[in-house]
Nanobody, 118 residues
Framework: QVQLVESGGGLVQAGGSLRLSCAASGASGSAFSISAMGWYRQAPGKQRELVAAITGGGTINYEDSVKGRFTISRDNAKKTVYLQMNSLKPEDTAVYSC?????????WGQGTQVTVSS
């Protein structure tokens, strides 16, 4: 079974930066490398939303509110996906999680809390 472990969250002031990591342990190298992976976030009282995705071939898409500020990348050898977040805003505050960007998804990890103070 694949276990997703997110890290790198924290408390940061508006305008600051964070780099999130998500490791997919238990996944075969090929299963990870061909999977489109996404970073999701869920703010209190809101539904989980996909903010960035990267295919196995490296095609990238971003949700409009994070374009130009967030950068998604992946290291298939490490079975890890990253999210570099710059120019953070209070509205970016949420629990961030990663998973496949399409079904079937793996079991969700705990996520990592990102809190941006104004």
């Amino acid at each position: 079974q694949v276990q997703l472990v997110e890290s790198g969250g924290g408390l940061v002031q508006a305008g600051g930066s964070l780099r999130l990591s998500c490791a997919a342990s238990g996944a075969s190298g090929s299963a990870f490398s061909i999977s489109a992976m996404g970073w999701y976030r869920q703010a209190p009282g809101k539904q989980r939303e996909l903010v960035a995705a990267i295919t196995g071939g490296g095609t990238i898409n971003y949700e409009d509110s994070v374009k130009g500020r967030f950068t998604i990348s992946r290291d298939n050898a490490k079975k890890t996906v990253y999210l570099q977040m710059n120019s953070l805003k209070p509205e970016d505050t949420a629990v961030y999680s990663c998973n496949r960007a399409a079904s079937p998804q793996w079991v969700w990890g705990q996520g990592t809390q990102v809190t941006v103070s104004s």
